[in-house]
T-cell receptor, first 115, second 111 residues
Framework: ETGVTQTPRHLVMGMTNKKSLKCEQH?????MYWYKQSAKKPLELMFV???????ENNSVPSRFSPECPNSSHLFLHLHTLQPEDSALYLC??????????????FGPGTRLLVL | DAKTTQPPSMDCAEGRAANLPCNHS???????VYWYRQIHSQGPQYIIH???NNETNEMASLIITEDRKSSTLILPHATLRDTAVYYC????????????FGSGTRLQVQP
């Protein structure tokens, strides 16, 4: 148990659906991240938030829309996804950005399948 | 951030020490060495990190060479539950960028 929870753990959705992934951290951290891990590929950083402000967007398509209402919660809103978006979506948090305060703690992930 | 090179896979016998190497020959003075692991279909787990000195915690030891161009993660008594992909990551200590994961080393602990 890392103190980072993600729901749902598994999600199947059609290409016309809208769904949201939720991440919550109970560690008092200020920074939160979304990563994508496709089959047989390295982790890809998608978004970074620090103190609720987005600090990094790694050219992620607009069909992925993050939301960070406070430092403890992070959402990833999904709409009109493609089958190639099927992947494990991981949330992480760290005390801060930069330096050794950036030890990241990961949630268990949401396994997404787009049909 | 400096690039790292790790062998794609390694085997280790249960109960023996697992020594996982990482080359980071372009590391600069303010870059830390981090190790994470990912057990199949789970989120990555932080193991240990260091700057210059060797480090030890309850999970592992990190040995960094004097020139800092390579490091070794040591799991002193590997168990079957240590079977995972191990990632060596080098990043700047003062930058504001997040960690970048490469392909890692797939460690298979054999019974």
């Amino acid at each position: 148990e890392t103190g980072v929870t993600q729901t749902p753990r598994h999600l199947v959705m059609g290409m016309t659906n809208k769904k949201s992934l939720k991440c919550e951290q109970h560690l008092g951290h200020n920074a939160m991240y979304w990563y994508k891990q496709s089959a047989k590929k390295p982790l890809e950083l998608m978004f970074v938030y620090n103190f609720k402000e987005q600090t990094e967007n790694n050219s992620v398509p607009s069909r992925f829309s993050p939301e960070c209402p406070n430092s403890s919660h992070l959402f990833l809103h999904l709409h009109t996804l493609q089958p190639e978006d099927s992947a494990l979506y991981l949330c992480a948090s760290s005390q801060d950005l930069g330096g050794h305060q950036e030890t990241q703690y990961f949630g268990p992930g949401t396994r997404l399948l787009v049909l | 951030d400096a690039k790292t090179t790790q062998p794609p896979s390694m085997d280790c016998a249960e109960g023996r020490a697992a020594n996982l190497p990482c080359n980071h020959s372009t590391i600069s003075g303010n870059e830390y060495v981090y190790w994470y692991r990912q057990i199949h279909s789970q989120g990555p787990q932080y193991i240990i990190h260091g700057l210059k000195n060797n480090e030890t915690n309850e999970m592992a030891s990190l040995i960094i060479t004097e020139d800092r161009k390579s490091s070794t993660l040591i799991l002193p008594h590997a168990t079957l539950r240590d079977t995972a992909v191990y990632y060596c990551i080098v990043r700047e200590g003062t930058g504001r960028r997040a960690l970048t994961f490469g392909s890692g080393t797939r460690l298979q602990v054999q019974p």
